[in-house]
C-alpha cells in the first residue's frame, strides 16, 4: 500500500509529458525528479540556474556546487545547461516554461494559491512561485488533503497569502485530483478508497463531479 505521499507523487508523475520542460517547486515536488521514465525526455529547470536537472545522487556522490532551489544537491544530464539567476527567471517570466509543479498550503475553489508564507513564522523569501504561477503554461499544485490538524486545505477561500489568484490548472492531494474550469472546481479522480461524500467531508471548497470519474492509484 502506498503512503499518502508516495500517492501524490505517483499520480503527479503521469502529468509530465516527453519534450516537456519543467519546473518542480521546493520540497515534495523534488521527489518528482526520481519518477521520471526513461523512456522520455524531459526538461527540468530551475530558478537558481540549472537546466537538465537529473534524478537525485546516489550517497557519496553529491556534488556541494549541484543544488536545486531548495539547496538539496542534484545531478545534471548530459548537456545540462547552467546560467544566471536572471536568465532563469527570464526563461519563466517569457513563457518558456511547459509545466511548473508546486507544493501548497492551501488551493481555494477559484484555483487560488498560498504557497509561500505563514504570517508570524520566518520565511527566507518569496521564491520563485509567483513568477511561476504567472509564466508556465501550466501550474499542477501537489498538497495533502488536510492538514496536522485534520482541517482542509482545500478551501471556499485561502485564509494565507496568496502567491496568486486563479492560477491552478490541477489540484493532486493524496486523496483527489480536482481541475479548474470556466464553470469551477470539478473532481476529476479519486486517488483513496473514499467515496465522493467522503471526499466533500474533507473538503471545505464547493466543487461538481465529472461525468466519468477516474480511480487512480491506491496502491
Not at 527570464?90 to 492551501?106: C, F, T
Not at 488533503?145 to 489540484?171: F, I, Y
Request: with cysteine; hydrophobic share 40%; proline share 4%.
Amino acid at each position: 500500500m502506498l503512503k499518502p505521499r508516495e500517492r501524490i507523487i505517483k499520480r503527479a508523475a503521469q502529468e509530465i509529458q516527453d519534450g516537456m520542460y519543467v519546473n518542480l517547486g521546493i520540497g515534495m515536488p523534488t521527489l518528482l525528479a526520481n519518477e521520471i521514465p526513461d523512456d522520455i525526455s524531459v526538461f527540468l529547470q530551475s530558478e537558481n540556474g540549472l537546466l537538465g536537472i537529473g534524478p537525485y545522487p546516489v550517497e557519496g556522490e553529491e556534488d556541494p556546487d549541484l543544488i536545486n532551489a531548495g539547496k538539496e544537491t542534484v545531478t545534471a544530464q548530459t548537456g545540462a545547461a547552467f546560467f544566471d539567476n536572471a536568465e532563469s527567471f527570464g526563461m519563466i517570466r517569457g513563457g518558456h516554461i511547459d509545466l511548473a509543479i508546486l507544493g501548497g498550503m492551501e488551493v481555494s475553489e477559484q484555483g487560488d494559491l498560498a504557497n509561500w508564507m505563514i504570517p508570524g513564522k520566518m520565511v527566507k523569501g518569496m521564491g520563485g512561485a509567483m513568477d511561476l504561477v504567472q509564466g508556465a503554461k501550466r501550474v499542477i499544485v501537489i498538497m495533502d488533503h488536510v492538514n496536522k490538524a485534520g482541517e482542509a486545505k482545500v478551501k471556499k477561500q485561502c485564509d494565507l497569502p496568496l502567491t496568486g489568484t486563479e492560477v491552478v490548472s490541477r489540484l493532486i492531494t493524496d486523496r483527489a485530483v480536482f481541475d479548474f474550469t470556466d464553470k469551477g472546481m470539478m473532481l476529476i479522480e479519486i486517488l483513496s478508497d473514499e467515496s465522493v461524500e467522503e471526499i466533500r467531508s474533507i473538503t471545505e471548497a464547493e466543487f461538481t463531479v465529472a461525468e466519468h470519474l477516474a480511480k487512480g492509484v491506491s496502491e
